[in-house]
């Protein structure tokens, strides 16, 4: 049973994390903010109550993987990872700035980053290779994969999607960001997806839909997943693009859209609004 506390703590982690990201893209005056706000839910499940990964031992021999396969949106990972104390916030403060390490797109350089991404279509391949490797090595990890929507017109994603379900890979869970957006429209009018979970089951996965703007529901989600059933699992994660942020949601130029200063301070105030009331909420609890 999901406890009250967990999904307050969650919530307020996300909650700080959306600010977080809000300042990362303004001060560097660059980014991806409209899908890195609607996935910061699933990052902050995954890093928070679902993988094994541990910042004291980045590279230990089971921890889970995780790639960000939609790896434009990287500024939201950062702060995932930055919160999970993988990297130290002197370090984000940099992000867009001459020489720091941390690129537009993930890097292996950063600490608690598996794999390089960011050309899209190429992180389930990778994650369908790891996923045969646990299982030629017999080792317990799991691997979990971040996909867009906008990126399943790939056509290597379902060369992936094919092998996954010819190896069995129960060990893999593939997530897609489905908020319905991408860079130059909506998703069904650039390239139709639906029905997409039936596709995918036509591979061989076995495939769940979330409310991926809805901490509890992801949780629930993956506690549905059994890691020995012999299919691989997809996550239909249902979101709104610009999530959290009122003037950013649903709208299509916040892709990779850059707040001006009206924009930011509004968008500040909101979030640090909304940061009180789950504190608040969370305190009341613990009492």
């Not at 869970?173 to 089951?201: C, F, H």
């Not at 610009?242 to 968008?267: A, D, F, R, T, V």
């Amino acid at each position: 049973m999901i406890q009250k506390e967990e999904t307050s703590y969650l919530e307020y982690t996300a909650a700080k994390m959306r600010r977080r990201l809000l300042d990362v893209v303004y001060n560097a005056q660059t980014g991806h903010i409209g899908g890195g706000l609607s996935s910061i839910n699933m990052l902050t499940v995954l890093y928070f109550h679902t993988l094994n990964v541990d910042p004291e031992n980045p590279e230990k021999e089971n921890r889970d993987r995780f790639i960000m396969s939609k790896g434009h949106c990287v500024e939201a990972l950062y702060c995932a990872l930055e919160e999970k104390k993988f990297i130290d916030p002197e370090l984000l403060n940099n992000y867009g700035t001459y020489n720091s390490p941390l690129a537009g797109h993930p890097t292996v350089k950063v600490p608690g980053i598996e794999v390089n991404t960011g050309a899209l279509g190429h992180g389930l391949s990778v994650g369908v290779g790891l996923a045969i490797a646990a299982k030629m090595d017999q080792k317990t990890y799991n691997t979990f994969v971040l996909m867009g929507d906008g990126e399943q017109g790939e056509g290597s994603i379902y060369e992936a999607a094919m092998s996954a379900g010819h190896y069995k890979l129960d060990n893999l869970v593939a997530i897609i960001d489905r908020n319905g957006l991408q860079i130059s429209d909506k998703t069904e009018n650039v390239m139709s997806l639906e029905p997409i979970g039936e596709r995918w089951k036509a591979f061989g996965w076995e495939v769940f839909e979330t409310n991926g703007d809805d901490i509890r529901s992801i949780i629930e989600t993956f506690g549905k997943i059994d890691y020995q059933s012999g299919k691989p699992h997809l996550i239909i994660s249902k979101t709104t693009k610009g999530k959290g942020i009122p003037c950013m949601e649903n709208i299509l130029k916040w892709h990779h859209g850059i707040p001006n200063e009206q924009e930011y301070n509004e968008s500040l105030s909101e979030l640090n609004a909304c940061i009180d009331r789950i504190h608040q909420s969370l305190n009341s609890d613990l009492q």
